[in-house]
């Protein structure tokens, strides 16, 4: 049971780099989302998709684009990295939107120089 | 909007003794709440959630959560604590007026001495 991938685990860039997080979700959930961990902040909302073709802006969108073009997939491109990206970042998928528990990938750190 | 209060950064609690783990909400619907837990460099796994019925839910590894609406709190509990329950624990809420976005809580970091 593969659930959640995510890739790469681990990546440094240097300011105004650009680069995608890759997450792939093989359990047919229709809702996915990405999500920043910080400390002492909990885990704020990027993006966030309720099928293919369908995406919306989460808590702290800006500087973060994702697209949605199959159920299974779900990329998240950081298009000028910046020292605030530095985080680890967390991709959910959800059997059901509203009442669903979410499954997790292991995550992404991510550094910015 | 919706928002999430874990009042404590940390907890301790002695092996074998119960634990408690504190979580107040704020929405403007109905709420459905949920724990999750986070060990060292894992990504979140799914404890328990209220949606409705029974204000009482049981969950995974031995843990319980209490709705009470009133408190407007979600408590999550364990009569008997184990190293192993040594984790980042996160209360998160949706709001029913709100589609389908999670609101997370702060954390709560739970250590558990033997």
């Known amino acids: 049971n593969a659930g959640v991938t995510q890739t790469p685990k681990f990546q440094v860039l240097k300011t105004g780099q650009s680069m995608t997080l890759q997450c792939a979700q093989d359990?047919?959930?229709?809702?996915m989302s990405w999500y920043r961990q910080d400390p002492g902040m909990g885990l704020r909302l990027i993006h966030y998709?309720?099928?293919?073709?369908?995406?919306d802006q989460g808590e702290v969108p800006n500087g973060y684009n994702v697209s949605r073009s199959t159920t299974e997939d779900f990329p998240l491109r950081l298009l000028s990295a910046a020292p605030s990206q530095t985080s680890v970042y967390f991709c959910?998928?959800?059997?059901?939107?509203?009442?669903?528990?979410?499954?997790f990938g292991e995550g992404s750190r991510l550094t910015v120089l | 909007a919706q928002s999430v209060a874990q009042p404590e950064d940390q907890v301790n609690v002695a092996e074998g003794n119960p634990l408690t783990v504190k979580c107040t909400y704020s929405?403007?619907?109905?709420?459905?709440l949920f724990w999750y837990v986070q060990y060292p460099n894992r990504g979140l796994q799914f404890l328990l959630k209220y949606i409705t019925g029974d204000n009482l839910v049981k969950g995974s590894y031995g843990f319980e959560a209490e709705f009470n609406k009133s408190q407007t709190s979600f408590h999550l509990k364990k009569p008997s604590a184990l190293v192993s329950d040594s984790a980042l624990y996160f209360c998160a809420v949706r709001d029913d007026n709100y589609g389908q976005n999670y609101v997370f809580g702060p954390g709560t970091r739970l250590s558990v001495l033997p």
């Open positions: 929405v403007s619907g109905n709420p459905y």
């Open positions: 998709s309720v099928g293919a073709g369908i995406t």
């Open positions: 959910a998928s959800s059997p059901e939107p509203n009442t669903g528990e979410l499954f």
């Open positions: 359990m047919n959930h229709e809702y």
